[in-house]
Structures are given as structure tokens and as C-alpha cells.
């Protein structure tokens, strides 16, 4: 009983570290998982500096907060899970300069309570489990699509962020110009193909003994298709845009300054309560349910398989990490669909991937702080359009799956609504009502007794005689 005892008292202090340290067992190549960890900052990066511009966010706590939220979500859910800015709320933030920074933490942390409610009561799962997957894949194919139409505007204009409008075409030429761009989308096809990473190896066939050099042609193949998917490519693409920044100004050099900024408590009156909601978070809370939860769940269930997170930790930890952060003044933030494809298009595949860009976000907060925005104002426009179009297309091919006409005209009709109201609560409201009609059609309804009308019965003699008195 003695040598019982130590096993029975270790073994649960045990599995919490085995489980955190297996969330981080890199599933595919180190080079890989580095290339998914900036799958996402195609979001990330114009709207951080645009609300850093426009309303005086603090990126230096933004940039740490959001640090330490990639570092533990990376520990929780095993799976390059993002953290991106809540878009409803920015775009309201950017659109009107005089919102004040504690208006968007209040409008952030109505909706983190909002979803952390939603999730400890269990009435998230209730929405996860009773949603059609049709209305699902609209609300991610439209999602996926504005993405890739924001993209193609970044890579074709010049952009303003802080007036949240397209200037003139961009030029072919330059340090940020469209053939730069194009480059970089060859570059990005050539090396990741679809985004396969090794899974598109290719069959050797039934008869291989048969035909040696085929059976060589075909491993070559392989060989190179393993080697090309362990090149980072978006790191690579990544890193030539942070060496244009200080080519294109290397004025940046001397107005770097090191260390963090205070972080510090916000005040929020009973007045930032009221515009934060009202004007906030109304329109993120249905985003939020629909995006960051419902369809991350889904998207992990279809990419992980064996390790789909659920709806409740997702709901839970996007509430936690903003009832936290958000009264310190950083960005308001969530789980996205976007994020999470954008990660796995560029080679994450485990919590490894979102701990190293949590701890890069931590070292620029910490070493350079507020003074990075300099560098984020240089970053070439193109780069991030380029980052941001193949996030947005994976996302949309989440929607390949629909088996039948009706599957694809529900999500077809959600994905339209959504993208034209600009508002995914429209058309997940709009899916809901199609699934419904359709499936009312199809109910045998008792109001028509035992008349059923089969047109290719023929008509009997009585039959006619009793449509013909």
C-alpha cells in the first residue's frame, strides 16, 4: 500500500503538464510550424495600425497582452488557435476618430461577457449543436470571400488605415509595388501548392514494380514536394517585408526607442458603458458567436479531427481574455476562422505554431514598445494583401463539403447575404429562414389527410367520374 501511494498523489499533478507540453509536439517540421505562425497577420497588422493611428491604442500593451493570450491558447487547445482583433468593434473605432480608448474597452468587454456567460451556462454548445452546417459554411465562405476581396484591394491600391479608405492604383514598381506583390503570391503557390504540406503526396500506383521509372519519377516528386513544404515561405515572405520598412525609410533606425510603455488601469464612466455597447459591441456580439466560436469549431473539427475543440473552452477563453486585457487598454480581441485557416494554409498544425508568435509579439512589446509602429507604418501594403488573400481562400474552401443542391443553395444564399448587408447576423438570420422553408417543404403534413398526388398514377375510371359529376 506504501509504494501505492506516491503514484495515486503525483500521477494528477502529472497530466496537466503532459497535456500543456503535448499541445505543443510540433506535428509536421519546425520550419512549417514558423511559416503558420504569421498566417494571420494579414488581419492583424492593418487593423492594429490603423486603431493605433486613428485612436490612440496603446501597442506596446496590445502587443504584449496579445503575447501572452497567443502563448496560453497555444498551451490550451493544442491547435494554432489566432488572436485576432474584433472587426466590428475597429471598424466602428476607425470610422469615427473621436470613439475614445475606454469606449472600445467597454464595447469589448460587454461582449467578452456576453460570450463567457454563454459559454459556462452551456447555451453555446445549445447554438453549436442545433446550427445547420449549411448556415455554418455560408457565414465561412462569405468571411472568406471579404478577406480575399480586402486583399486584392491591398495588393491594387494604395491604402490609408487611418481614414479606412482605397487611394490611388499602386504602381507596378517599388519597394511596394504590384509586381512585388505577384511575386510573392508565386512564390507562396509554388512552395505551399495547396497548402498540403506532404498530405498531397502522390500514389505510387497498383503496378509499381512494373514500370521502375515511373516508380523513380514518382519519388523524386515526393522528394522535392517534402523538401518545398519544410520552407517557411511566410515567414520568408514576412521577413522581406520588415527588411523593406528600414529600406524604404531609414529614418526608422533613429526614432526606435527601447522598452515598454506604463501599463496602466483605464477609468471607464457609466457614459463609455453605454456608447461601448450600444455602438460596439451590438454588432460584434453576432459576429462573435458566429465566427469566432461556431465557425472555429466547426473549421478545427474539419482541419483536427482527433483534437476539435469545443464550444465552451473557445467561448470561455475569448471572455476571459478580454475581461482581463480590455481594462488595460488593449485591443479588444477573438477566436477567428480566419486566423485559424490562415495558420494552417501556411504550415501550423500545433500550439506550437501561435507560442512563437507569442513570444515574438512579447519581445517587440517589451524591446521596442510603442515606438514599432513606425515600423508597422512602412510595412509594404502588398505583403500583408498577399498573407491575407490566402487566409481568406482556405477559409472559403471550408465550404467545399456541401453534398447536396440544397446544402450549397442554403449556403450559397447565407454567404450572398452576409457579404451584400455586410453583416454575417443577416445572413445567418436569412440561412436559418431558407433551412427552415426547405425542410417545412419536405414534412408530410396532416392537414391533406391520406391525399397524396402522384402525377404519374394513372387517373381511374372513378377518379374521373368524381372530378366530373
Not at 18 to 37: I, M, P, Q, V
Not at 120 to 128: D, E, Q, V
Not at 179 to 187: K, N
Amino acid at each position: 500500500m506504501a509504494n501505492d501511494t506516491p503514484s495515486t498523489t503525483t500521477t494528477p499533478l502529472l497530466r496537466p503538464s503532459r497535456r500543456w507540453f503535448s499541445s505543443l509536439r510540433l506535428k509536421t517540421t519546425l520550419s512549417a510550424e514558423l511559416g503558420g505562425s504569421v498566417g494571420d497577420l494579414g488581419t492583424y497588422i492593418p487593423i492594429v495600425l490603423a486603431l493605433t493611428l486613428v485612436n490612440h491604442l496603446d501597442l506596446s500593451t496590445t502587443l504584449i497582452f496579445t503575447a501572452l493570450y497567443n502563448i496560453s491558447t497555444g498551451f490550451l487547445f493544442g491547435i494554432p488557435m489566432p488572436v485576432q482583433p474584433m472587426k466590428s468593434i475597429a471598424a466602428v473605432a476607425i470610422s469615427d476618430p473621436l470613439l475614445s480608448l475606454p469606449q472600445i474597452a467597454a464595447a469589448g468587454l460587454s461582449t467578452a461577457a456576453t460570450l463567457f456567460i454563454l459559454g459556462a451556462t452551456g447555451l453555446m454548445s445549445l447554438l453549436y449543436r442545433f446550427i445547420p452546417l449549411p448556415v455554418v459554411r455560408g457565414v465561412q465562405l462569405s468571411q472568406g470571400l471579404a478577406f480575399a476581396f480586402s486583399a486584392i484591394k491591398y495588393i491594387r491600391y494604395n491604402q490609408d488605415f487611418s481614414a479606412g479608405k482605397s487611394g490611388p492604383p499602386r504602381n507596378w514598381l517599388g519597394l511596394d509595388g504590384i509586381a512585388l506583390a505577384l511575386f510573392a503570391i508565386l512564390f507562396l503557390v509554388l512552395v505551399t501548392g495547396s497548402g498540403d504540406f506532404g498530405d498531397e503526396a502522390i500514389p505510387l500506383g497498383v503496378h509499381e514494380e512494373e514500370n521502375n521509372s515511373v516508380n523513380r519519377s514518382r519519388r523524386r516528386v515526393r522528394r522535392r514536394l517534402r523538401i518545398m513544404s519544410s520552407i517557411p515561405a511566410a515567414l520568408i515572405v514576412f521577413i522581406l517585408g520588415l527588411v523593406l520598412c528600414f529600406i524604404r525609410d531609414p529614418s526608422i533606425v533613429k526614432d526606435l526607442r527601447f522598452g515598454p510603455s506604463r501599463i496602466h488601469l483605464l477609468r471607464i464612466t457609466w457614459e463609455d458603458w453605454k456608447i461601448g455597447f450600444f455602438r460596439g459591441a451590438i454588432p460584434q456580439i453576432p459576429l462573435s458567436i458566429l465566427n469566432s466560436v461556431i465557425a472555429v469549431c466547426k473549421l478545427s473539427a474539419d482541419l483536427f479531427p482527433d483534437r476539435e475543440v469545443s464550444v465552451t473552452s473557445v467561448s470561455v477563453s475569448v471572455g476571459v481574455m478580454n475581461l482581463v486585457g480590455c481594462w488595460f487598454g488593449a485591443m479588444p480581441v477573438c477566436h477567428g476562422a480566419g486566423g485559424l485557416a490562415g495558420q494552417y494554409r501556411f504550415g501550423g498544425r500545433s500550439g506550437a505554431s501561435v507560442v512563437f508568435l507569442g513570444l515574438g509579439k512579447l519581445l517587440i512589446g517589451l524591446v521596442f514598445g510603442n515606438s514599432f509602429v513606425r515600423i508597422l507604418g512602412q510595412f509594404p501594403i502588398g505583403i500583408l494583401g498577399v498573407l491575407l488573400l490566402f487566409a481568406g481562400i482556405e477559409l472559403a474552401m471550408a465550404s467545399r463539403d456541401m453534398n447536396t443542391k440544397e446544402e450549397s443553395f442554403v449556403m450559397l444564399v447565407c454567404a450572398a447575404v452576409s457579404m451584400t448587408g455586410s453583416s454575417a447576423a443577416l445572413g445567418f438570420g436569412c440561412g436559418i429562414l431558407l433551412y427552415g422553408l426547405l425542410k417545412l417543404r419536405q414534412m408530410e403534413c396532416s392537414c391533406f389527410g391520406n391525399f397524396n398526388f402522384d402525377p404519374k398514377r394513372p387517373v381511374a375510371v372513378d377518379d374521373e367520374t368524381s372530378l366530373n359529376p
